[in-house]
């Protein structure tokens, strides 16, 4: 039998690995795919608004919620890195979306939203800023 055990490749290689279809597919998608319906967007602005709402309640609201959010090390900041709305925290993009996912589901009103989605809408926000700190 052949071995079945990758290439690992050196410290000095720099190649460009392929990525797979449904990756590149996906990436062209979120880069170039023009939304043209006007309701699309009232919703994503309804959607952005009631996401910050429930994050700025919790963080007011919440005492349990704040011993959640700031830096895995008390007093670092990540130039270039996630504001957290309404704290003084920078941080890297993996915590700065589990913090502003926290503050948006904190306080979670048992929203019903019948739809496609099993999730919701304002759930979204939080990976959804994240890639905008990584697209800088």
């Not at 290439?7 to 690995?17: I, Q, Y």
């Not at 919440?62 to 270039?80: A, N």
Request: net charge negative; charged share 20%; glycine share 8%.
């Amino acid at each position: 039998m052949g071995s079945l055990q990758a290439e690992t490749p050196s410290a000095d290689d720099n190649r460009r690995t392929t990525f797979d279809q449904v990756i590149v597919d996906i990436k062209d998608y979120v880069f170039h795919y023009e939304i043209e319906n006007p309701r699309a967007w009232l919703y994503a602005r309804t959607t952005m608004l009631d996401a910050l709402g429930c994050a700025i309640e919790s963080l007011h609201n919440s005492s349990e919620c704040r011993s959640l959010l700031g830096p895995v090390v008390p007093g670092t900041t990540v130039p270039d890195g996630f504001r957290l709305p309404g704290t003084p925290y920078q941080l890297d993009p993996v915590k700065g979306a589990f913090d502003l996912g926290s503050m948006i589901r904190y306080s979670d009103h048992n929203d019903a939203l019948g739809g496609a989605d099993a999730s919701h809408p304002s759930g979204m926000l939080s990976l959804l800023s994240e890639l905008l700190v990584l697209g800088r």
